[in-house]
Every structure is written in C-alpha cells, then in structure tokens.
C-alpha cells in the first residue's frame, strides 16, 4: 500500500457519481441514482450503502455494503443479519497494493457473515481474503455462484440435492 489510508462511507452526491464513472463496472445502478437524485439531491445528506478509499483526491476503490435482515437468511446457520457486499472494485493504477483487502477487512470488522458474487476472474482475490463458493442452490442462487466469509461460530447452511435449505 502506498500510504495508510481509511475507508469512509462515500456521500450520494453529483460528485461522487462523476467519480464512479472512473469504475469499469459503473452501471444501471449508478445511472438510476443520479436521475432519482436530480430532482432533490441535497449535498451531502443522504445514507449511502457506498465505502470508498481516496488517495489524495481520487477516489481509488470503492465497494457497496448492504445488511440484510436474519428473516432472509438463506445462507447461514444460525439464520442470522449478514453483510452483502457488492461492486467491490479498485482502478487499475492501484491494484495489487492492499486496497481491496482494505474493503474487505471493514466489512469484516462487523463480525457478521458476507456474501458476495465476485466480479469475472476476481476468484483468486476472494480466496485470499477467506471466502469460498456456496453450496450452489438452484432455487436460491439463480444461476450467481455467490462466495461467502463466516466469523467464528457461523456454518454455512446445507443445502439438499433439491435446493431446500436445511440445516443439518
């Protein structure tokens, strides 16, 4: 890493979705903010599921993070609230210098399970910070092949040949 640096949660404004037009995956997610936003956008007073790194002024990494309730918990044993964590991504000016891993690690500090559907040829890095493929379950997963990362305590659900979950 090139410098300490912190993860901040980034604030829903037309300046923060200038710079994620930066972002290779910048998408329909994106686009449909910005037009929400257009017609009462208040700088710098809206929650934001958005964390980003900067360094100096550019904003270098940038990943969402969403909790979602215990009540629609498919994937842990026991069901409990977990992180799912999206769009996780760095500039290619800044890969390989300990900037996803940042991410990664903040989510991590909720001591609560995630899981993710890792971006094409990303599977390596997930590897490296802990995470592994889900039991593919047909119903549940459409056709993603979600990882998750369990803290101390947490299983992963088992799945039957017929995609119900179950625990055993």
Do not use: C
Not at 26 to 47: H, T
């Amino acid at each position: 890493m090139l410098e300490p640096v912190s993860v901040e949660r980034l604030v829903i404004n037309f300046k923060t979705l200038e710079e994620f037009k930066q972002f290779k995956n910048y998408g329909n997610q994106e686009l449909s903010m910005l037009e929400d936003l257009q017609g009462n956008i208040i700088e710098n007073d809206s929650v934001s599921p958005f964390f980003g790194i900067y360094y100096g002024s550019a904003l270098v990494a940038r990943m969402s993070l969403y909790r979602v309730d215990a009540k629609y918990d498919q994937y842990f044993d026991p069901p409990q609230d977990y992180l799912e964590l999206w769009k996780l991504e760095v500039l290619p000016g800044y890969r390989d210098k300990g900037f996803g891993k940042k991410l990664v690690d903040f989510a991590k500090q909720y001591e609560l399970p995630i899981k993710t559907s890792p971006l094409i040829n990303s599977q390596g890095f997930w590897e490296k910070m802990g995470f592994h493929k889900a039991k593919y379950d047909m119903e549940r997963d459409l056709g993603s092949n979600p990882l998750i990362w369990t803290p101390e305590g947490v299983t992963e659900k088992e799945t039957s040949a017929f995609g119900n979950t179950q625990t055993l």
